[in-house]
């Protein structure tokens, strides 16, 4: 089976027609004709349009416009119906790992308006344009006690990452379970909004996300039905105290009981935030370039071009004292509460053999509450302060050469068991392609999200193809699916879903067909596309 996924080009009249409208519109500060410039800046400060991690077959964007108001979008998408120019939506364009964007850019990275911040229900209304760092400078500014979730960089958009369901490290980290009510732009320029916000000047459009009627909110996560133009989203009060807290565990397959325990915990709401769990592979990437020491120690694999071969794996961690796993995670509670939960937490996981705990508590003066800068931060951000650290293991790597990164991401049950068979697989496949299988592994109460971050150097691209397509086969006979897809192989992560003869596929396809009978928003997004204008699997 092919992995390609089949791109629309415009017409290039059509296109120049489309591009000169947009123009007058949006002003030709605001359009891109030549896509190499005008995106929001992204690694080594590039501002042009497209992956920057490209693997087998890049996808170019052929040009991109940068509305900044909900009727800029509207004349926008009657423009690309007019002349049958397909659009392409990002909101910041920053889903590092999961491939670039193609075939014209809808960028709304210039919508930055937060509507509202509310304090004393803990929300926030914003628009695509509002990144992670920038909403919380803003619950800085007006000093309130609010904590946010925040994904691993914090330089993307608040509605971009949950439209793709993605997620953070605190107790509101499944971000698209933290949505209350959109406005959107449909395919065909009307304005739509969700929930209780289908009532004009609904007071609780942020605060119940149910409304009266279907539930449609739930069509616009990682699809091509509509714009999205603002988004409410529920935060967290700030706690009186906050503990972090880690695990380590000395043998491979002691993810198995980790795993288990760490799911059971979350079911019975003593853990509730996702604790992160890492392999070896993982701490010792982590550490290349700010350990001159193990560095060294790899010699030449510190490049990551190639396998970092097992016996300095083992060596290093011998030297290191490393661990074969490490969790993570935190706890948000009063004061009071912490000592009791500590405690349930190590009675628990003294049935995992050999593992140790650490614990490190942080607490507000009385009748205060912490911010998140009052704790000591920790690899990824628990403590909800967004930062663009990590960036930095990219960009520092292999005298400017830097490392590219590659996300498989698949849902897998929550014992252990099946983690660890899916894993074994996994990794051999990994190194069988002379890669590291580095974990980024995301627990949850009833299923985890594990991520295998394939960190390379770009000599290495060439062997990422492969890998992919391997990994989807892998975990296709176990059952398993991803939970996002990189573009280039969102066509054949999407004919997995083939029950009933693929009826999910065709019912995504009648939806396409009547809401976009143009196809003009993001053709092929995530595997959906209109009659006849599919891939070729």
């Known amino acids: 089976m092919s992995s390609s996924s089949q791109t629309i080009d415009p ?11 947009a123009s007058s519109i949006i002003g030709p500060e605001n359009v891109s004709r030549d896509p190499s410039w ?5 690694l080594y400060g590039a501002d042009n349009y497209g992956d920057p991690f490209p693997l087998s077959k890049p996808h170019h964007a052929a040009a991109a416009v940068r509305p900044v108001t909900v009727d800029h979008i509207q004349h926008i998408v009657k423009a690309a119906n007019d002349t049958r120019t397909p659009l392409w939506t990002v909101s910041r364009g920053k889903n590092l790992g999961y491939g670039g964007s193609a075939p014209v850019v809808s960028d709304t990275h210039r919508m930055t308006n937060i509507i509202e911040i509310n304090e004393e229900y803990a929300y926030a209304i914003v628009e695509p ?20 979730s925040v994904p691993a960089l914090g330089w993307g958009s608040v509605i971009g990452n949950a439209l793709e369901r993605g997620f953070g490290y605190t107790q509101e980290a499944v971000h698209y379970k933290q949505q209350s009510g959109l406005e959107v732009v449909l395919p065909n320029g009307d304005l739509l909004r969700t929930g209780m916000g289908a009532m004009e000047n609904n ?16 069509l616009f996560f990682q699809s091509n039905y509509g714009i999205v133009t603002k988004m409410g989203v529920h935060l967290s009060h700030a706690p009186e105290a906050y503990t972090r807290i880690e695990v380590d565990c000395f043998d491979d397959e002691d993810v198995v009981p980790l795993t288990g325990a760490l799911t059971e915990l979350m079911r019975r709401r003593v853990i509730t935030n996702p604790p992160q769990l890492f392999n070896t592979m993982t701490i010792i990437t982590g550490m290349i370039g700010t350990s001159k020491e193990l560095t060294e120690a790899l010699g030449q694999y510190s490049s990551l071009k190639h396998r970092i071969p097992a016996d300095i794996v083992a060596g290093i961690t011998k030297r290191f004292k490393l661990p074969a796993w490490r969790t993570a995670f935190a706890i948000y509670a009063p004061r009071e509460a912490h000592a009791g939960l500590i405690e349930a937490i190590k009675r628990r996981f003294e049935l995992v053999k050999g593992s140790n705990i650490t614990t490190e508590t942080s607490t507000a003066p009385p009748g205060e509450y912490l911010r998140g800068e009052d704790v000591a931060p920790d690899f990824l951000p628990q403590n909800g302060v967004p930062s663009i650290e990590h960036l930095k293991m990219l960009e520092g790597h292999n005298d400017g050469d830097g490392l590219w990164h590659n996300s498989y991401s698949p849902v ?61 086969e892998h975990t296709r006979k176990l059952g398993y699916l991803e939970y996002r897809a990189h573009i280039s192989f969102m066509d054949v992560t999407a004919a997995h879903q083939n029950f009933n003869g693929g009826a999910f596929g065709r019912f995504t396809t009648l939806l396409k067909d009547a809401i976009d009978p143009n196809g003009v928003l993001s053709p092929g997004k995530q595997g959906v596309w209109n009659t006849g204008a599919g891939p070729k699997l």
């Open 11 to 21: 017409v290039p009249a059509r296109l120049s027609e489309f591009l000169d409208i």
């Open 203 to 218: 007071k609780t459009w942020p605060l119940y996300s149910g409304g009266l009627g279907p539930g449609v909110d739930g």
């Open 38 to 42: 005008g995106a929001p800046k992204g």
């Open 129 to 148: 344009g509002v990144t992670f760092m920038q909403l919380h400078a803003e619950i800085r500014r007006r000093n309130l006690n609010l904590w946010m």
């Open 412 to 472: 897998i049950p929550p014992s252990g068991r099946e983690l660890y068979e899916w894993y074994l697989g996994a990794k051999k496949i990994t190194e069988d392609n002379d890669l590291n299988f580095v974990a980024d592994f995301h627990v949850f109460d009833r299923y985890v999200i594990a991520i295998n971050l394939v960190l390379f150097h770009p000599f290495a691209r060439t062997r990422l193809h492969p890998l992919q397509m391997a990994l989807m």
